[in-house]
C-alpha cells in the first residue's frame, strides 16, 4: 500500500514527533514537498505532505496561522512538517493549537533530518508500492491467463472476483448475461442490461462506472471487441474504486476477453462455411452425408424435428416484390429501440443472426445460421428458444410498425421473416420451400414474420388482395358494373346472390326480394355481357374469387 503518515513516523530514521492530529495518521501521502510559501495552496494537488521552516510566516499569530491551516485543510494537505532549530526552536503553539482544532497531523522534524531525507522516504515508499502493484498485477495476469486457458471465461470471471475482492460478468452480444462469479453476482449483473445497451451504442473500445458511494456497489462496465459496434461486455463490481493491481487484473481480463471474443469470430466463420456445405445435402436429399460432414458440431439438431427461417432485409424484399410486380406501399420503420438489440453493424440480418445465436447459447440448443446473399437461412429446434427469439423479435418490430403507421416510410434496417412447419432431414428441401412461400406472403402483405402453418390452417382470402388478382377482378366485372351504372338493373348484387347460394333460384330470388323469373332473366343478361356461360363451374369459380376480391379491396 502507498505510504502513510503513521509509516513516516514509525521510519527509524526520520525520527519525527507527532505534534497534532494524531488520529489522522493513516492517509496515504502522494507526495512530501517543500514550500516557504505564505499562501503554497494554488500550487498543491492534495494529498502533499507539505515540509516548512516558517520562514516567511508569523507564526506567533493564532489568526494567521488558523487562515493559514484551514486553507491547507481545505486544499486537501494531509499533513504538515515543522523543522525545529532554523526559524524556531520549537514549533510555535499558534500553529500547534490551529493544527489541532482543524485536525491536520503536524510533525515536528529535528534539525538533523534533512527534508530530502523525508522526500526520498515517500519517493521510495511509493516506488515500492508501484512495483507491488505492478508484480500483483503479472501474477493477476498469470492466473487469468490460466483460468482462462483450462476453465475459459466462467473460470477467468471466477479469479478476476478474487482478484478485486468483488464480483464480475460477462454479457454476450445481445446484452444477456452469461456467465457470472460468484453464482450470486448473476442477479446483480441482469440488473445492468440498459447500462449495457447503452454502452453497446458506442464504438469499442468503451467503458463506464455505474453506481458508486450510495449504491450498492461501484460497477466498471467495459466493452469487448474490435469492431465498430462491440460484441460483448464485462462488467466489473466492486466496495471502491479498484487499485492498482486491481486495475492490472481487470485491463488483463479485457484483453483475454478480447482475444477470446475475437478468436470466436473467425472459428464462427468456419462454423458457417461447414453450416453452409451441411444446408446444401440436406436440401439436395442427402441426410447422411450432411450428418456425416457435420459430426457433433450440431449435436442432435439434424435428427430432431427443426424450423427452418428464411430472412431478408426489408430493402432486399421490397426489390424482389417489385421484380415479381407485386410492389406494394413500404411497412413502417420500426422504432430505433426495437431494432437497437439487433442492428449489428447496421445490418439487420447480422442482427437477428446474433439473436437467435445468443438464445440458443444460453440454453444449450445448436443452431445452424448460414447467410445466403441477400438472405439468412436459420435451422433451428422446433420449439426452442432460437425460434422463440427470431418469433419475439418479429412481434416486437410488428408492434412498432402499428404504434409508427402514420410515419410509413422504407427503412432498410426491417427484416422479414418466412417460418417453415416442423419437418426433418429427409424433408428439408419442403420446409425450406415451405419457408419461401412464407416470406413471400409476409413480403406481399408487409408483415415482419409470417409462418407456413398459418397459411395452411387460414384462409385464401388474405391472398387475393394482391394487386395482380385485384386487376383481373376489376376487369372481369367491369362490364356488368358499367350496365348496373345505367340503373337499368342489379346484375353484381344478383351475381353475388346466386353464386352465394350455389345457383339455388328461390332461395336466391328470396336474398334480392325479388320474382325468381327476374332472377333468371338477370343470370341470362351477365351470360350475354360477360360472354361466359354459367353453367361452366371454372366460370363460377372466376366469377365468385372476383366478387370476393373487390368485396376484399372494400369495392
Known amino acids: 500500500m502507498p505510504p502513510t503518515l503513521a509509516s513516516l513516523v514509525h521510519h527509524s530514521a526520520l525520527k519525527l514527533t507527532v505534534r497534532a492530529g494524531e488520529d489522522h495518521l493513516d492517509v496515504p501521502v502522494r507526495w512530501a514537498h517543500v514550500s516557504e510559501l505564505a499562501d503554497p495552496v494554488p500550487y498543491m494537488e492534495g494529498g502533499e505532505l507539505l515540509l516548512i521552516t516558517a520562514l516567511k510566516l508569523d507564526a506567533d499569530d493564532p489568526e494567521a496561522m488558523g487562515r493559514y491551516v484551514r486553507r491547507l485543510v481545505g486544499a486537501g494537505v494531509v499533513g504538515l512538517g515543522f523543522a525545529v532549530g532554523v526559524s524556531y526552536d520549537d514549533i510555535p503553539k499558534a500553529l500547534v493549537d490551529a493544527a489541532r482544532e482543524e485536525g491536520l497531523p503536524l510533525l515536528e522534524v529535528p534539525r538533523r533530518t534533512p527534508f530530502l531525507a523525508i522526500s526520498k522516504a515517500v519517493s521510495a515508499a511509493i516506488a515500492a508500492d508501484q512495483y507491488r502493484a505492478v508484480t500483483a498485477g503479472f501474477a493477476a495476469q498469470r492466473e487469468l491467463t490460466k483460468q482462462a486457458l483450462t476453465d475459459g471465461p466462467e473460470g477467468l470471471l471466477a479469479a478476476l472476483a478474487g482478484q478485486v475482492d468483488g464480483w464480475a460478468a460477462l454479457y454476450d452480444a445481445s446484452g444477456a448475461v452469461v456467465a457470472a462469479a460468484p453464482e450470486w453476482a448473476g442477479r446483480r449483473a441482469a440488473r445492468l442490461t440498459a447500462d449495457v445497451e447503452r454502452l453497446r451504442e458506442r464504438p469499442a473500445p468503451a467503458s463506464s462506472v455505474v453506481g458508486g458511494p450510495s449504491g450498492e456497489d461501484r460497477v466498471e462496465l467495459h466493452s469487448l471487441g474490435t469492431g465498430r459496434r462491440p460484441r460483448a461486455a464485462l462488467a466489473v463490481g466492486t466496495a471502491a474504486a479498484p487499485g492498482t493491481a486491481e486495475r ?228 372481369l366485372l367491369r362490364a356488368l358494373r358499367e350496365h348496373d351504372a345505367t340503373g337499368r338493373g342489379d346484375l353484381v348484387a344478383s351475381l353475388r346472390a346466386w353464386l352465394s347460394r350455389h345457383g339455388q333460384w328461390d332461395a336466391a330470388a328470396a336474398d334480392l326480394g325479388v320474382h325468381r323469373h327476374t332472377l333468371r332473366y338477370r343470370m341470362r343478361r351477365v351470360e350475354e355481357i360477360l360472354g361466359r356461360s354459367l353453367d361452366d363451374p371454372d366460370v363460377r369459380m372466376e366469377l365468385w374469387l372476383a366478387l370476393k376480391a373487390t368485396a376484399a379491396a372494400g369495392e
Open 248 to 475: 492490472y487484473a481487470v485491463h488483463s481480463a479485457i484483453a483475454l476477453l478480447t482475444l477470446t471474443t475475437e478468436r470466436s469470430r473467425s472459428l464462427h466463420a468456419a462454423e458457417q462455411r461447414i453450416g453452409a456445405a451441411v444446408l446444401r445435402m440436406l436440401l439436395a436429399g442427402e441426410p447422411d452425408h450432411a450428418r456425416a460432414v457435420a459430426g457433433d458440431l450440431y449435436g442432435d439438431l439434424l435428427d430432431a424435428p427443426f424450423r427452418l427461417i428464411l430472412a431478408e432485409s426489408a430493402s432486399a424484399s421490397a426489390a424482389r416484390a417489385h421484380a415479381d410486380g407485386h410492389a406494394r406501399t413500404a411497412p413502417t420503420a420500426p422504432a430505433a429501440a426495437v431494432l437497437a438489440a439487433a442492428d449489428m453493424n447496421g445490418d439487420p440480418l447480422n442482427g437477428l443472426a446474433e439473436i437467435v445465436e445468443s438464445a440458443a447459447a444460453r440454453s444449450g440448443e445448436a443452431v445452424l445460421v448460414v447467410p445466403e446473399g441477400e438472405r439468412l437461412v436459420v435451422l433451428a429446434t422446433d420449439g426452442g428458444a432460437a425460434v422463440a427469439a427470431c418469433q419475439e423479435y418479429a412481434l416486437a418490430v410488428q408492434a412498432a410498425r402499428a404504434a409508427t403507421l402514420e410515419q410509413a416510410t422504407a427503412d432498410e434496417d426491417e427484416l422479414v421473416v418466412g417460418l417453415s412447419a416442423p419437418a426433418g432431414p429427409i424433408a428439408a428441401a419442403a420446409a425450406y420451400k415451405q419457408a419461401e412461400q412464407a416470406l413471400s406472403v409476409a413480403r406481399r402483405r408487409g408483415r415482419s414474420l409470417v409462418e407456413h402453418e398459418e397459411l395452411a390452417a387460414g384462409s385464401v382470402l388474405p391472398l387475393l388482395a394482391d394487386d395482380a388478382v385485384r386487376a383481373f377482378a376489376d376487369g
